[in-house]
């Protein structure tokens, strides 16, 4: 694929960089506390020219993937749901010069175009609540599960210069996800609220590093992660922003007693 010059495109305000606890996929289609927040936030944005999803949902090893298709196909990877979740469509169109110009700045991490994949429902559960029209440009890239977790963050900060070019970075996944431990009607776990107090203290101070340096063996971080593919979308929100940008929790609160629904902006 021909590199897009990150000079060809136009500059705009920086972009701010957001985290959203995404949980359940119905809350795409059904009224919550969260999705309501989700909506209000996408609302008070300046508009992008595109969006960037880095979703817990698309996961490779060895190579992280940009999508560069200009028809990004709604994707729907979960079962048992309601029809009305399955026949949801996000017709939102790709973003390729965007993608391009991202693998150029990942040209030494190792990342390579896709044309496969296209919008999980990590990515499009979200912006249906917050783009509900569909009209900004979106890709995805991939979670490269085979980088240690300071490599997450440190290829996050190659992605700073998109915000630049109008480009609204969004890390999809949650700060506590336990699926086997999911109870109805059930309170937050200790284990639960404690992990998530840890996430909301370290960003809360701007400790981004500590939460790249988190031990995935530590019995806390295991009961909260038993696999950390909910967790490392928020290492690439956080590598993203910079020093300027002050974190303002816009969500929080749980589902089913294991899923941290925290979402972060930072502007």
């Not at 790709?94 to 296209?118: R, S, V």
């Not at 840890?198 to 696999?227: G, K, Q, V």
Request: hydrophobic share 45%; with cysteine; glycine share 8%.
């Amino acid at each position: 694929m021909t590199q897009f010059d990150l000079n060809a495109l136009a500059n705009s305000p920086a972009m701010p960089v957001l985290f959203i606890g995404h949980g359940s996929p119905m809350h795409a289609i059904e009224e919550s506390a969260f999705s309501r927040a989700w909506g209000e936030m996408g609302a008070a944005l300046p508009q992008p020219n595109a969006i960037l999803v880095v979703s817990a949902h698309w996961m490779t090893r060895g190579v992280s993937l940009v999508h560069v298709g200009g028809r990004p196909r709604t994707i729907h990877d979960f079962g048992g749901f309601p029809r009305a979740l399955h026949e949801a469509q996000y017709p939102a169109p790709g973003a390729p010069d965007f993608a391009a110009t991202t693998l150029d700045l990942l040209q030494h991490h190792h990342a390579e175009p896709d044309m496969e994949w296209g919008l999980d429902h990590g990515a499009w559960c979200v912006l249906l609540r917050m783009f509900p029209k569909a009209d900004v440009p979106v890709y995805q890239l991939s979670l490269d599960l085979s980088r240690p977790l300071k490599d997450h963050m440190a290829l996050a900060k190659e992605l700073r210069a998109l915000r630049s070019k109008g480009v609204l970075i969004v890390g999809s996944g949650n700060a506590v996800h336990n699926l086997p431990a999911m109870r109805y009607g059930s309170d937050a776990f200790d284990w639960a609220r404690d992990f998530d107090d840890r996430i909301a203290t370290a960003i809360t101070n701007r400790d981004y590093s500590a939460l790249a340096e988190i031990d995935p063996r530590d019995p806390l971080t295991r009961m909260a992660h038993p696999t950390l593919e909910h967790f490392l979308p928020l290492l690439y929100t956080l590598g993203a922003a910079g020093e300027a940008d002050t974190p303002t929790f816009f969500a929080q609160g749980f589902d089913l007693g294991s899923i941290s629904m925290r979402s972060v902006l930072l502007a």
